[in-house]
């Protein structure tokens, strides 16, 4: 499964933007879609989780309320829209891929990953 990561930007404090990211090879597998964020000298950090399973999908606190995961199952896409973004939210966003189900939050639980793309938020 290869992954494509794009949508990132730089936007003011307040602003959105969607990040989206594809699949493609044997995306039959696919169970679990993931968001990861990593920003300067800082570790890579779940964002959020969305589910071909039937999970719902799952934030991590710092994001609940601002960013929404969705998925189009015909296209094998994933987004992730994020609203009222803040400075503390510039890093590199990562999509991955699971070929389990269930709650994953962690970067381990994910057998593929796509390449970053960089979001700024300026004050």
């Known amino acids: 499964v290869q992954l494509q990561a794009s949508g990132g930007g730089s936007v003011r404090a307040g602003g959105s933007l969607r990040l989206s990211c594809v699949a493609s090879?044997?995306?039959?597998?696919?169970?679990?879609m993931g968001w990861f964020r990593q920003a300067p000298g800082k570790g890579r950090e779940f964002v959020a989780m969305i589910s071909w399973g039937g999970y719902s999908p799952y934030y991590a606190d710092s994001v609940k309320g601002r960013f929404t995961g969705s998925r189009d199952n015909a296209k094998k896409m994933g987004y992730l829209q994020m609203n009222s973004l803040k400075p503390e939210d510039t890093a590199v966003y990562y999509c991955?891929?699971?070929?389990?189900?269930?709650?994953?939050?962690?970067?381990?639980?994910?057998?593929?990953w796509g390449q970053g793309t960089l979001v700024t938020v300026s004050s």
């Open positions: 090879g044997r995306t039959f597998s696919v169970a679990t």
């Open positions: 991955a891929a699971s070929d389990g189900s269930g709650y994953r939050t962690k970067d381990y639980e994910y057998d593929y």
